[in-house]
C-alpha cells in the first residue's frame, strides 16, 4: 500500500445508470486515495464537505476506459458508473492510478480500453488485469501451457513469476523430461508443442530468461526441443550432436578465473543459439538482445585478458625460442589471438587501443614471427588479419620508435619487412593481396601522421599545435626509416629486372600479381609521399626502368597495363626530374610498340595507350608536356602516323609550321616593299 500515492483531484462529471439512461449525479473533483483501502472519491466542486461518489476498488471489477476521458465500471452490487473527465491527463491520471492498485494491492481488479474500430464495431485491449501463475508442464497440458505463456508475455509480475519457477523451481529440467520421454515414445504432437513452448520463452526478449538457457544442464535438451519446429515437420536439425562436437572448452592457456571460463562457454552458446539454432527465426527485437548480451560478455572477456597479470605473458611464451610449446599448440594461440582482434575490432576505440597495447606490450611481435615462418598456409593468413585489424586502427601501434643510441630516431621497420617478404615471396595470392592493402595503409601519411586519438584524449587535445607537430615530426621519421631500412628489399624484383627476363619461364600468375602490386605501390609513393624522398630513391635505383620495361609484351597485358597506369601517373605529376629521365632513358620505346600492335585493337590495351597519348599531346601548357611531345616526333614520328590520334597531331603540327612559313614570307615581302 506505501508504494500507491493518491492522486491530485481532477475536475469530473458522475453519472449512474438508471434503467437505459445514464444520470448527472454532479460535477466535482475525483481523486484515488488508499486509506483504509483503496477508493475513487467525488467531492462536489461547489461544497467540497458534500461527497458524490466513494466507490472502493475490490474484488474483481473490471474498469473501462473509453475514448480519451472515460471511465466506466460495474461494482460488486450491480450499479453501473461512468466518471466523466474535464481533461484527458485527468483520466490518464486515474488509470495509472488503477494500474498500480492493480498492481501491488487487489491484483483481481482489471483495466482494459476500449477502442473504436471504424465500422467493424470496438476491440478492447488488456491494460492491467489478473496474472495467471505459471503451471509447472506435464504430459497433458503443454497446450495449456503455450497459451498461458502466450497470456502473460507483456505482464511483469508474469515475467518475474515466471523467471522464479525457471531458476528455483526446474521449470526447464520438467520441460526436458518431457522432451525425453516424447521423443522416446515418438509423441511428435509433444515435441512441437515442446518446441513452440521453448520458442515462446525466446520471444520474451528477457535477458533473465535467456541466461538460464545457458546453464550446462538444460543447454543441451533445449536445443534438442528446437529440432523439433512444427513449422517444417518434414526437416530434422541436428543441434545436438554439431553442439557436442563443437562446444568441447580448449585452453591454450589455462584460465584460473572459473567466473571467466563460464562466461565463455555462455557467450559461445549465446553465438550458436543465434547464428545456427535460431537463425531463422528471431525478429530484429530477440536478435538485438541476444546480440547485447554477447556483446556484453566478450566486453568482460577482453577485459580479463587486458588486466590480467599472466595469461597474456603465458601465452606469448610459446613463442619463446626457449619453449617447449608444440606446433600445434603454437597455432592454436595464433588461432586465439585472431579471435580476439575480431572481437576487439567491434568496440569503442578506448577499450580498444587499450588490448591492442596490452598485446604489444606482453610480446604480439613473436606471435607474428612465428606465424610467417610456419608452413602452413592458415597461420599466415590469420597473423595477416591480425596486421591489417590493428593498423587499421593505429597504424604507429606497430611502429615505436627506437629508444638505444645506435638507432635514435628510426622507426622499427620489422612489420613492413615481414610484409615485403610476403608479397614478394609466398605463393598464396590472398596473401600477397592482404599484405599489398596492409603496406598501403603502413606507407599512407595521412595514416602516419593522424593515428587514431590516444587514449583519453579529447578532442580539444587532438586540435593541440605541439600534438600535430609531433605527429608530422614521427611521420617524416618514419618515411625516413621506410626509405632507408626497407624500401630497396620491396622493389629490388623490379631492379633485378633482367634476371626475370633471362628465364621467361617463371613468369606466371604469381608473379604478375607480385609485379603488379608493386607498380602501384611506387605509383602510391610517387604521388602521396614528399618528393624529395620519393624522387630520390626512385630516381637512383633506377626504377622507372624497370617499369617501362614491363610494359614489354613478353609480360602479360594485365602486368604491362599496371606499368604503363604507373608510368602515366609518374608523367602525370609533371615533374622536371622525371620527365627529363624519361627523354633521356627513352622509356617510352615500350609504351609506343604496345600502341603499334594494338592499332587495329579495340580493346583496352589500345585504350589505354590512346589514353596516355591524348595527355600527352593536348598538354600545351606545361614546358615538361612539350619536351615530351618534342621527344616523341622526333624518335618516333613514322609509328605515330600509323595511328588516327598520331596523325591528327602530326598534321596539326604540320599546319602551324606552314602558317609560321606564310608568315615569315609576308613579313619578308613588307620589309622589301
Known amino acids: 500500500m506505501d508504494?500507491?500515492?493518491?492522486?491530485?483531484?481532477?475536475?469530473?462529471?458522475?453519472y449512474t445508470l438508471e434503467g437505459d439512461k445514464w444520470i448527472d449525479r454532479g460535477t466535482g473533483y475525483c481523486s484515488g486515495e488508499v486509506d483504509n483501502g483503496p477508493y475513487f472519491i467525488v467531492r462536489n466542486e461547489n461544497d467540497a464537505s458534500e461527497t458524490l461518489l466513494?466507490?472502493?476498488?475490490?474484488?474483481?471489477?473490471?474498469?473501462?476506459?473509453?475514448?480519451?476521458?472515460?471511465?466506466?465500471?460495474?461494482?460488486?452490487?450491480?450499479?453501473?458508473?461512468?466518471?466523466?473527465?474535464?481533461?484527458?491527463?485527468?483520466?490518464?491520471?486515474?488509470?495509472?492510478?488503477?494500474?498500480?492498485?492493480?498492481?501491488?494491492?487487489?491484483?483481481?481488479?482489471?483495466?482494459?480500453?476500449?477502442?473504436?474500430?471504424?465500422?467493424?464495431?470496438?476491440?478492447?485491449?488488456?491494460?492491467?488485469?489478473?496474472?495467471?501463475?505459471?503451471?509447472?508442464?506435464?504430459?497433458?497440458?503443454?497446450?495449456?501451457?503455450?497459451?498461458?505463456?502466450?497470456?502473460?508475455?507483456?505482464?511483469?509480475?508474469?515475467?518475474?513469476?515466471?523467471?522464479?519457477?525457471?531458476?528455483?523451481?526446474?521449470?526447464?529440467?520438467?520441460?526436458?523430461?518431457i522432451f525425453e520421454r516424447s521423443e522416446k515414445n515418438r509423441n511428435l504432437m509433444n515435441l512441437y508443442y515442446l518446441c513452440d513452448v521453448v520458442k515462446t520463452l525466446v520471444f520474451y526478449n528477457d535477458s533473465a530468461i535467456l541466461e538460464t538457457f545457458l546453464d550446462d544442464d538444460v543447454i543441451m535438451g533445449l536445443v534438442a526441443i528446437l529440432e523439433y519446429d512444427p513449422e517444417f515437420p518434414n526437416y530434422k536439425t541436428n543441434n545436438r550432436e554439431y553442439l557436442k562436437?563443437?562446444?568441447?572448452?580448449?585452453?591454450?592457456?589455462?584460465?584460473?578465473?572459473?567466473?571467466?571460463?563460464?562466461?565463455?562457454?555462455?557467450?559461445?552458446?549465446?553465438?550458436?543459439?543465434?547464428?545456427?539454432?535460431?537463425?531463422?527465426?528471431?525478429?530484429?527485437?530477440?536478435?538485438?538482445?541476444i546480440s547485447t548480451m554477447i556483446h556484453l560478455n566478450e566486453g568482460q572477456i577482453l577485459k580479463f585478458i587486458t588486466d590480467d597479470a599472466s595469461f597474456l605473458n603465458d601465452l606469448f611464451g610459446l613463442y619463446d625460442m626457449q619453449s617447449e610449446a608444440t606446433i600445434k599448440k603454437r597455432r592454436e594461440g595464433i588461432q586465439l589471438i585472431h579471435q580476439f582482434v575480431l572481437i576487439a575490432k567491434k568496440f569503442q576505440q578506448t577499450p580498444r587501443s587499450e588490448f591492442y597495447i596490452a598485446l604489444f606490450n606482453k610480446g604480439l611481435f613473436k606471435l607474428i614471427l612465428f606465424a610467417f615462418k610456419d608452413k602452413l598456409t592458415d597461420s599466415r593468413i590469420l597473423a595477416t588479419e591480425i596486421i591489417v585489424t590493428i593498423i587499421e586502427h593505429d597504424v604507429l601501434l606497430f611502429n615505436k620508435l627506437e629508444t638505444d643510441d645506435e638507432k635514435e630516431n628510426e622507426v622499427d621497420m620489422t612489420l613492413v619487412t615481414i610484409l615485403i617478404d610476403v608479397l614478394i615471396n609466398d605463393s598464396n595470392v590472398g596473401l600477397k593481396t592482404q599484405s599489398f592493402e596492409a603496406l598501403k595503409v603502413l606507407l599512407d601519411p595521412v595514416n602516419i601522421e593522424s593515428p587514431s586519438s590516444p587514449i583519453g584524449s579529447s578532442p580539444a587535445s587532438d586540435l593541440n599545435h605541439n600534438e600535430t607537430h609531433d605527429s608530422i615530426s614521427i611521420g617524416n621519421e618514419y618515411l625516413q626509416s621506410f626509405y632507408k631500412n626497407a624500401a630497396l628489399?620491396?622493389?629490388?624484383?623490379?631492379?633485378?629486372?633482367?634476371?626475370?627476363?633471362?628465364?621467361?619461364?617463371?613468369?606466371?600468375?604469381?608473379?604478375?600479381?607480385?609485379?603488379?602490386?608493386?607498380?602501384?605501390?611506387?605509383?602510391?609513393?610517387?604521388?602521396?609521399?614528399?618528393?624529395?624522398?620519393?624522387?630520390?630513391?626512385?630516381?637512383?635505383?633506377?626504377?622507372?626502368?624497370?617499369?617501362?620495361?614491363?610494359?614489354?609484351?613478353?609480360?602479360?597485358?594485365?602486368?604491362?597495363?599496371?606499368?604503363?597506369?604507373?608510368?602515366?601517373?609518374?608523367?602525370?605529376?609533371?615533374?622536371?626530374?622525371?620527365?627529363?629521365?624519361?627523354?633521356?632513358?627513352?622509356?617510352?620505346?615500350?609504351?609506343?610498340?604496345?600502341?603499334?600492335?594494338?592499332?587495329?585493337?579495340?580493346?583496352?590495351?589500345?585504350?589505354?595507350?590512346?589514353?596516355?597519348?591524348?595527355?600527352?599531346?593536348?598538354?600545351?601548357?606545361?614546358?615538361?608536356?612539350?619536351?615530351?611531345?618534342?621527344?616523341?616526333?622526333?624518335?618516333?614520328?613514322?609509328?605515330?602516323?600509323?595511328?588516327?590520334?598520331?596523325?591528327?597531331?602530326?598534321?596539326?603540327?604540320?599546319?602551324?609550321e606552314e602558317e609560321e612559313d606564310d608568315d615569315d614570307d609576308d613579313w619578308k615581302r613588307l620589309l622589301k616593299s
Open 489 to 656: 628489399k620491396l622493389f629490388l624484383p623490379i631492379i633485378k629486372l633482367d634476371e626475370l627476363k633471362s628465364d621467361s619461364s617463371k613468369i606466371n600468375k604469381n608473379i604478375t600479381i607480385t609485379y603488379s602490386s608493386l607498380c602501384e605501390l611506387l605509383n602510391f609513393m610517387a604521388k602521396e609521399h614528399e618528393k624529395p624522398l620519393s624522387r630520390s630513391f626512385i630516381l637512383e635505383n633506377h626504377l622507372l626502368v624497370g617499369i617501362s620495361e614491363l610494359i614489354n609484351k613478353s609480360f602479360s597485358n594485365q602486368l604491362r597495363l599496371s606499368a604503363l597506369r604507373c608510368l602515366k601517373s609518374i608523367i602525370m605529376l609533371d615533374d622536371e626530374f622525371y620527365t627529363r629521365y624519361i627523354i633521356q632513358n627513352d622509356l617510352l620505346k615500350d609504351f609506343i610498340s604496345m600502341l603499334d600492335e594494338s592499332n587495329d585493337s579495340n580493346n583496352m590495351v589500345n585504350s589505354t595507350c590512346l589514353n596516355l597519348l591524348n595527355i600527352i599531346v593536348n598538354n600545351d601548357t606545361s614546358i615538361n608536356f612539350r619536351l615530351l611531345k618534342n621527344y616523341l616526333i622526333v624518335n618516333y614520328k613514322s609509328i605515330l602516323k600509323k595511328n588516327f590520334l598520331g596523325r591528327q597531331w602530326i598534321l596539326s603540327i604540320s599546319d602551324k
Open 245 to 289: 562436437e563443437t562446444s568441447r572448452f580448449k585452453e591454450v592457456i589455462p584460465i584460473n578465473d572459473n567466473e571467466i571460463k563460464t562466461l565463455i562457454k555462455k557467450t559461445f552458446r549465446l553465438q550458436f543459439l543465434k547464428d545456427v539454432v535460431l537463425a531463422r527465426l528471431l525478429d530484429d527485437l530477440t536478435f538485438n538482445c
Open 54 to 177: 466513494k466507490a472502493n476498488i475490490e474484488g474483481s471489477t473490471q474498469y473501462q476506459k473509453q475514448q480519451d476521458t472515460l471511465i466506466v465500471w460495474t461494482d460488486n452490487e450491480g450499479n453501473d458508473y461512468a466518471l466523466s473527465f474535464q481533461e484527458p491527463e485527468g483520466c490518464l491520471s486515474l488509470c495509472e492510478f488503477l494500474i498500480n492498485i492493480q498492481h501491488n494491492v487487489e491484483p483481481n481488479i482489471s483495466l482494459v480500453a476500449v477502442i473504436s474500430n471504424g465500422q467493424d464495431g470496438e476491440i478492447t485491449e488488456v491494460i492491467a488485469g489478473p496474472v495467471p501463475e505459471p503451471c509447472f508442464p506435464t504430459d497433458d497440458n503443454l497446450v495449456d501451457v503455450i497459451e498461458l505463456l502466450n497470456q502473460g508475455s507483456k505482464s511483469n509480475k508474469f515475467r518475474e513469476t515466471l523467471l522464479d519457477f525457471i531458476e528455483n523451481r526446474n521449470y526447464l529440467n520438467k520441460l526436458i523430461e
Open 3 to 14: 508504494s500507491v500515492q493518491s492522486t491530485a483531484p481532477r475536475r469530473v462529471k458522475v
